[in-house]
């Protein structure tokens, strides 16, 4: 089982964010400690049963929290909760809250294990843009300072389809990090989300993004960059160095139960889901009540399709057979002979997969084997 925390809380709001987060708020963050405090003893007795395989603390900005605030947080967790040996515990940072080496040596020495770095771009005029409040340099030094902190996997995060973006620059930038002690890099392409103030620029043209044809060079060449440099592609946007690969999103893909705590984080146990409320005051005022929804059996199998074919290692036809009693391949024999044709699936060894050009379209592909 997974275990998920919102730390919902920025100093600011990129113009591409569709998360909930609020600003910094020292009366907000009191309340939220206390909302989490309490649904954590809330959760102690009805998942007693239940071990817990990864921490991830997300956001938000996880790095803004103070070490004596997360060290009352994960009292309470490890005093109620049981962890398999060698579990992983990740937080996020932002290189902007991540200039104290000796907060950062405090991360480690209270558990965490692995730090995730929203770098974004390693280019001024890009960061400026997506209303980021550090530069290339603050993201230099972050990284410095988490290796000097003796944290053996660090992971960042970058952006790929920025306006004027070129595959030269991109490489380069790809070049640059792997320069550094990184085990895991997320690639994502900058997506275009509804009440953000990126949909707004967009919409009214005073920001062009690349076509889709800069885009699949975007990302065709920098996965091949990063595979070069001895990074394995295991999902759509997620590169690691061999035994590096997120354990805790892995286990997501892998449809194990998770718990969500915090503001609007969201939980799936036991065929159960359920979502936290988003504003702080009334998360404090009801995060141990929930009203679960129960997942019909239609619904994990969808997910069960969408979420291996993200993966490199695809769809185990094998698997699906088991679960459902019935023949994957008899029932989309069509499209699977389409997509093959125009190379964007593959089939080895009993799984189905998505090609790095499937890959680039495959939100597209996943909608059509549902009716």
């Known amino acids: 089982m997974l275990l998920y925390i919102h730390f919902p809380f920025c100093k600011s709001k990129c113009i591409y964010c569709n998360f909930y987060s609020v600003k910094y708020n020292k009366e907000f963050v009191d309340l939220y400690l ?6 954590i003893k809330f959760w102690k007795q009805r998942l007693s049963n239940k071990k817990f395989h990864s921490i ?9 929290l103070k070490l004596h605030e997360l060290d009352k947080i994960l009292n309470e967790i490890f005093k109620h909760f049981s962890f398999e040996n060698g579990f992983e515990f990740t937080i996020e940072g932002n290189p902007d809250s991540l200039k104290n080496l000796m907060y950062l040596k405090g991360l480690k020495d209270i558990g965490v294990n692995r730090i ?4 974004q771009s390693l280019r001024d005029q890009y960061l400026r843009f997506l209303g980021r409040i550090h530069n290339s340099k603050d993201a230099i030094f972050a990284i410095k300072l988490c290796e000097l902190a003796d944290f053996d996997n660090i992971s ?7 306006p004027r973006q070129i595959v030269g620059s991109w490489v380069q930038d790809l070049k640059q990090i792997t320069r550094f002690k990184i085990t895991h890099i997320s690639t994502y392409g900058l997506t275009v989300e509804e009440n953000t103030p990126l949909y707004s620029l967009v919409k009214s043209k005073k920001i062009v993004l690349p ?3 800069i885009c699949a060079s975007l990302y065709l060449t920098g996965s091949d960059i990063l595979e070069s440099m001895g990074y394995i592609q295991y999902e759509i946007s997620n590169f690691a160095r061999l035994g590096f690969a997120c354990r805790h999103n892995m286990g997501y893909w892998e449809q194990m139960d998770y718990l969500g705590l915090g503001p609007s984080a969201v939980s799936t146990v036991d065929k ?4 936290n409320p988003r504003d702080i005051r009334e998360y404090f005022k009801n995060c141990t009540k929930y009203n679960k929804e129960p997942l019909l059996d239609e619904e994990i199998i969808k997910e069960f399709i969408m979420l291996r074919l993200r993966t490199s290692r695809g769809l185990s036809l094998k698997e699906f057979s088991k679960r459902t009693g019935k023949n994957f391949w008899s029932m989309h024999n069509r499209l699977i002979n389409i997509l093959y044709q125009n190379k964007l699936i593959k089939i080895k060894n009993g799984y189905l997969s998505l090609t790095k050009n499937g890959f680039l379209v495959s939100n597209a592909i996943i909608e059509k084997f549902f009716p």
């Open 34 to 39: 206390k909302g989490i405090i309490n649904e």
């Open 56 to 64: 991830y603390i997300g956001g938000g900005t996880p790095s803004l």
């Open 116 to 119: 995730s770095i929203g770098v």
């Open 156 to 162: 960042v995060d970058l952006l790929w389809g920025l």
């Open 211 to 213: 076509n889709e044809k």
């Open 272 to 275: 159960y889901r359920w979502e």
